[in-house]
């Protein structure tokens, strides 16, 4: 989205959007090897916002931010949601798509308004509002580009189910998975991941990587994804005292 900033401070990354949804204006600890203490990082993050966003989110590691999570909870910071973090090793055989049902690659604008129909649908069930993801898609050239895969599933003729994967150094990230209410259980999006993923294997990707949220991660489980840790993901009052 124009206007975003993004900033590193020590190990930590800043992420300020040009909306006001604390979904959206993130912190993100990319320390390895220690675990800050809560009321450092907590504090770094909350004078970056101050005087920025009333409310932003921390986007943490079961595996790495035991502290800070800890921190977070005693501050009772709503959680909105403990998604897991899971890989996928190898190529994996699909169970293909039922009769009716199409998958196409993105390449252009007019293809991607049918992903942001889908995805603005999909997601508005997990509590993100359709004029959100409007904003980040917005702008196809933003979007598009050589590093990035979009795969839509029509089913019956209409966007039904969606997939994408962001691909950088070695990895590929699935994202915005999702389906339409009225085609759901028909393993339409189950089979629009399997696709982007072993297209992403094909282009030289040594692991795929997502976050599952409740509702995808069965169906990961079932394609071959494996749990590697949990993303903790807690709201942030820029003005709640640490003490």
Known sequence: MPGTEVFKNRDAVFINSAIDFPGCNIVLNLSEGHDEDAEGFLSRA??????????????????????????????????????AGMVLDEPVKGKGLPDGAELKWVEDAYELESFKQVAAEAFHDLSLPPAITEKYFALAGRVLSPYTLWAVVYYQGEPAAVAMALLSHGIAGIYWVGTIKKARGLGLAEQCTTEVSNASFSLGARKVILQASQFGEPVYRKIGYREITRYPWFICSSKQALK
């Open 46 to 83: 909350r004078d970056f916002f101050e005087q920025r966003k009333p409310a932003f989110s921390l986007l943490l590691r079961d595996h790495d931010d035991r502290a800070i999570i800890s921190g977070c909870q005693e501050l009772k910071m709503p959680m909105i949601s403990n998604n």
